[in-house]
């Protein structure tokens, strides 16, 4: 796949859609397909680490996935927890910062203090800043911004006031957003960090996802003329 290195994009954030049909085609419970999508990602993290690609985010639980069967909820937080755990000294190794954006307080303790020690280890590497959406909505990134504005008894809000107090203010906006499965939309993600993201929509399930899907959707995003409103 033919790639252009000098312009990568520096933040992938990638809706991680059809863990649960990967599953049920082969006959298996959802929860097998989210556990294959764990693999996934971490074949991401290291093409990103491969292609220098510096920020990359996984929504891996929204706002609106409490509705699932408690099984199934439980079993995507052992995975993002046993994923944390098993690979933390790996990331260390290769200059990884760990990051989450949405609300920790419902999950259970040992996934928050296992995402927090994780935080505090790799809060100084910028090799490549990996962010799991963790409980995560566009519009209660949103709220949340906006009353935080309140209570600081801001009279007139600027853009950047809403960028500077979303989850994701230590982060650039996505560039590009991917979203597997075929499915095309954006289902409450990052909604104000998305206005000028490039969208992708491979057919591919998430479990299936690898290097060589990343470098040909880098390829697409390669061959878009990203204007922002402006003529070139
Ligand atoms: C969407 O597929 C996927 C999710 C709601 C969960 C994704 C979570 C993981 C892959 C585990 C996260 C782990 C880490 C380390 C970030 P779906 O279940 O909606 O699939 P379907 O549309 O085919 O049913």
Known sequence: MKINKSCMPTHIAIIMDGNGRWATRRGLPRKLGHKAGVDAVKRTINACLKHNIKYCTFFAFSTENWKRSKEEVDAIFDLVRDHIKENIEKMIEKGIKINSIGVLERFPKDLV???????EKTKDFDKLTVTFALNYG????????????????????????????????NLPDPDFVIRTSGEQ??????????????????????P?????????????????DRRYGGIK
């Open 185 to 206: 939309r954006i289902s409450n993600f990052m909604l104000y960090q998305m206005a000028y993201s490039e969208l992708y929509f491979p057919k591919t399930y998430w």
């Open 113 to 119: 203090d296992t995402l927090n020690d994780a935080k």
């Open 208 to 224: 299936d996802f690898n290097e060589k899907h990343l470098l040909k959707a880098v390829a697409a995003y390669q061959k878009r």
């Open 138 to 169: 566009g519009r209660d990134d949103l709220v949340r911004a906006f009353n935080k504005l309140i209570k600081q008894g801001i009279q007139e809000i600027t853009t950047q006031d809403i960028s500077n107090n979303l989850d994701s203010a």
